[in-house]
């Protein structure tokens, strides 16, 4: 397999998070078991077998290898991938693969669907995805994986087989629906995109972004580039009730040991140790 760029992988309750992201450098992330990219900052060779994409917003540490995938599957000749990305970009994001189309003399054949905060996207019969509100300097999503489970309406309990057969044949709505978030990505956005989806703080995975870590980084100015500091996980520390929570999107101005020292000084406990930083 091609090696083309840094890659960390993490497993967590059946699901694998790859990806590689350092802010202002690249932003790419891969679910594997279901099938679903997120940004596109950097486009691991082994990516592009994965046909559906989440752009969060069009920074170029998180759009710039668009053509990128686009092209490779092309090339590989498989199916145009699904590209999803705020509604707001889909005309200059267009606009770009043109460009490449004409400089590489190759197609760029995809689907880019446009979206807005509460939109949904079904993925397959057993998952759904929304998009979220966040705050950034530009517009920006990000977004919910949810599991879709059925469980029996409580007044058929007790039926036989054949009568919940029966009803299901007459037409009959027999169960009730019930999402489960498994997976959430924040992209880059200041605390209110995490205040204002209670969902990012319930989901089983969260990934989200952790710009800063450093106590002399003035919180205000962060915050009005729409990005985030440590002493913003330990304000909500309370709130968090995800299994895992990886904090990537890390600043160039550290280095990794840095990294480990200041954020564990920041949060002490590192979210019960749930809290994984992605270096």
């Known amino acids: 397999m091609v090696e083309n760029?840094?890659?960390?992988?993490h497993h967590h309750d059946g699901l694998t998070i790859e990806g590689f992201s350092r802010a202002a450098v690249q932003t790419c992330w891969r679910v594997n078991e279901l099938k679903l990219l997120f940004d596109v900052g950097a486009q691991p060779w082994d990516f592009m077998g994965t046909p559906t994409l989440f752009i969060t917003h069009s920074h170029l540490d998180?759009?710039?290898?668009?053509?990128?995938?686009?092209?490779?599957?092309?090339?590989?000749?498989?199916?145009?991938?699904?590209?999803?990305?705020?509604?707001?970009?889909?005309?200059?994001?267009?606009?770009?693969?043109?460009?490449?189309?004409?400089?590489d003399r190759g197609a760029m054949p995809c689907e880019l669907i446009g979206l807005n905060p509460g939109d949904e996207i079904p993925c397959g019969r057993e998952y759904l995805v929304t998009a979220v509100p966040t705050r950034h300097t530009i517009a920006s999503l990000g977004?919910?994986?949810?599991?879709?489970?059925?469980?029996?309406?409580?007044?058929?309990?007790?039926?036989?087989?054949?009568e919940i057969r029966d009803l299901k044949l007459a037409g009959t709505e027999i169960t009730t629906e019930k999402r489960v978030p498994v997976f959430a990505y924040t992209g880059d956005t200041s605390p209110p995109g995490l205040d204002n989806n209670p969902e990012f703080f319930d989901a089983k995975i969260l990934v989200s972004e952790l710009t800063f870590v450093a106590p002399e980084h003035r919180k205000e100015k962060i915050h009005k580039h729409g990005h985030m500091h440590i002493d913003d996980y330990r304000d909500r520390q309370d709130r968090f009730k995800n299994e895992l929570i990886i904090g990537g999107h890390l600043s160039t101005r550290y280095h990794d040991k840095q990294?480990?020292?200041?954020?564990?000084?920041?949060?002490?406990g590192m979210l019960d140790n749930r809290l994984k930083l992605w270096i």
Request: no cysteine; aromatic share 10%; glycine share 4%.
């Open 143 to 162: 977004f919910v994986v949810w599991q879709r489970r059925h469980k029996l309406k409580s007044e058929y309990v007790g039926l036989s087989g054949d």
């Open 5 to 9: 760029i840094p890659l960390l992988s």
């Open 259 to 268: 990294v480990k020292t200041l954020a564990r000084r920041g949060l002490p």
């Open 62 to 103: 998180h759009i710039a290898s668009l053509p990128s995938y686009v092209s490779r599957r092309r090339m590989m000749k498989m199916d145009p991938p699904v590209i999803y990305l705020p509604d707001s970009a889909v005309d200059d994001a267009w606009d770009m693969l043109q460009m490449f189309r004409r400089l």
